[in-house]
């Protein structure tokens, strides 16, 4: 089954560490996304790549950044977690970036900060 | 600006009963595109349906069934006999014709107690 596929599902980080998150597809959609997801809150977009352009939402850190080296691939690094960055982290990926595009999810990665 | 609302945070129900999620928008686009999201404690977001401005007809999947009504800017989404397994948090979602980002609800959680 055509899918979207996230690594590790649980993700342990210290204070200041980089971390990296991992989104593979196997759908063949030209649009992937990164969302935030907090305990009790809608997710939130971060960024997303349509094909190999790059859109970051305006109210992202400079904290996130996001790498997509193939139609298949996207990471997501974290270049210093704080606390605050304790979060489930979803990717989806779309067809096409109209409004009418379903975006399909992945199963998210939760990620701790210590 | 869009907006989407879930007036609902929680409901409790027992198996078997029906229950009713709602859903608020707001939008000045007459072109635009509703979602509905389950999202079970595993924490994936699975899609359940879109739904496009132009086409008000109510849809029926199973025991799933919503409401579109454009005159009270509403996506109610209605599970009949509700079972164990639908106990999930629900999103509600908009986005609109020219963009593929997702307006979240706040989302309900829904608990089905047997």
């Known amino acids: 089954d055509a899918m979207v596929i996230q690594n590790p599902r649980y993700q342990v980080t210290q204070f200041g560490k980089p971390v990296t998150l991992s989104c593979s597809q196997t759908l063949n959609h030209n649009v992937m996304y990164w969302y935030q997801q907090k305990s009790s809150q809608a997710p939130k977009l971060l960024f997303h790549?349509?094909?190999?352009?790059?859109?970051n939402e305006a109210d992202t850190p400079d904290n996130f950044q996001s790498r997509r080296p193939n139609t298949s691939f996207c990471f997501l690094d974290i270049r210093s977690p704080g606390l605050g960055d304790a979060a489930m982290y979803l990717c989806a990926t779309s067809r096409g970036v109209w409004g009418q595009e379903t975006q399909y999810f992945g199963p998210g990665t939760r990620l701790l900060v210590l | 600006a869009q907006k989407v609302t879930q007036a609902q945070t929680e409901i409790s129900v027992v198996e078997k009963e029906d229950v009713t999620l709602d859903c608020v928008y707001e939008?000045?686009?007459?072109?635009?595109?509703l979602f509905w999201y389950k999202q079970p404690p595993s924490g994936e977001l699975v899609f359940l349906i879109r739904?496009?401005?132009?086409?008000?007809q109510n849809e029926i999947s199973g025991r799933y069934s919503w409401n579109f009504q454009k005159s009270t800017s509403s996506f109610n989404f209605t599970i009949t006999a509700s079972q164990v397994v639908d106990s999930a948090v629900y999103f509600c979602a908009l986005s609109e014709e020219y963009g593929n980002k997702l307006v979240f609800g706040a989302g309900t959680i829904l608990r089905v107690k047997s």
């Open positions: 939008t000045r686009d007459t072109t635009y595109y």
């Open positions: 790549y349509y094909d190999k352009d790059f859109n």
């Open positions: 739904r496009n401005s132009f086409d008000e």
